[in-house]
């Protein structure tokens, strides 16, 4: 199949995501999310390249990045190539540790970049690993809150932005970010519908969620079985017939849960 051409950005600015092959977890501890971080700094060091803000999930990687000397493609290959060494050493593994090639969309005004950083940093809020974006270890929210403390995200500069007032700043920044959001961005284009695709995205979130507890006995506790329901109904387009057969519970359970979210909702 031929490969899509990237599209190159104008402002040198661009969302970027990098899956796992096969959607597998790319990140097995701690010590590799900050092996992954210290592989981008020194690329950050090597070249001109400046990071606006990163987000480690268990199995992808968002960054939004700027590179004006157009040398995207050779800085992520660097990336994803040192970073795939150490982890099939780490591991004792050999092939892929990527899906093909990184992901990325053109970031050609301020406010999508805003957009985009929001997005990021909502991520592991999202999928349900915390309540709000500040309490996520692995992502650049924090060095946006801080932005003297980090040597790594570019956040002031992006602050400037909003206000050359940095106090104003961070108060229109933690506002922004809190917003809801619309928009879709790249990594949203592979549209949850068929059950193979319901069951990876399930694992995904079950061991994000609860990591180390059986799933069975999650989905047999009634209250996280509900909450479980909801997010499926409002993050995939599973019908409620393929919600119940993904669980293993009958279509009603789901009727009545869907139904009282709507109303919820409606109020």
Sequence with gaps: MARIQRIYSSTGCYHIMLRGNEKKNIFLDDHDRQRFLEVLLKKKTETE???????????????????????????????????????NIKYNRVGHVFQDRFRSEPVEDERYLWSVIRYLHNNPVKAGKVNQAIHYEWSSYRDYIDPEASNMVDSRYVLSMISR??????????????????????????IIQTLDQGRIYLD??????????????????????????????????????????????????????????????QQ
Aim: proline share 1%.
């Design 165 to 190: 007032d940095i106090e104003a700043a961070l108060q229109e920044f933690k506002r922004f970010s809190q917003q809801d959001d619309d928009k879709q961005y790249i990594d949203e284009e592979e």
């Design 49 to 87: 390249l400046a990071v606006y803000a990163y987000c480690l999930m268990d199995n992808h990687i968002h960054l939004v990045l700027r590179d004006e000397q157009n040398e995207i493609s050779t800085i992520m290959k660097g990336i994803a190539t040192s970073y795939a060494m150490y982890f």
């Design 204 to 265: 995904d979130y079950l061991t994000g969620k609860w990591p180390g507890v059986d799933k069975v006995v999650i989905i047999n506790n009634k209250l996280l079985c509900g909450e479980i329901i909801q997010n499926l109904h409002a993050n995939t387009r599973l019908s409620i017939r393929k919600i119940a057969e993904l669980l293993g519970v009958n279509r009603r359970v789901v009727e009545r849960v869907v139904s009282k979210q709507n109303e919820l909702e």
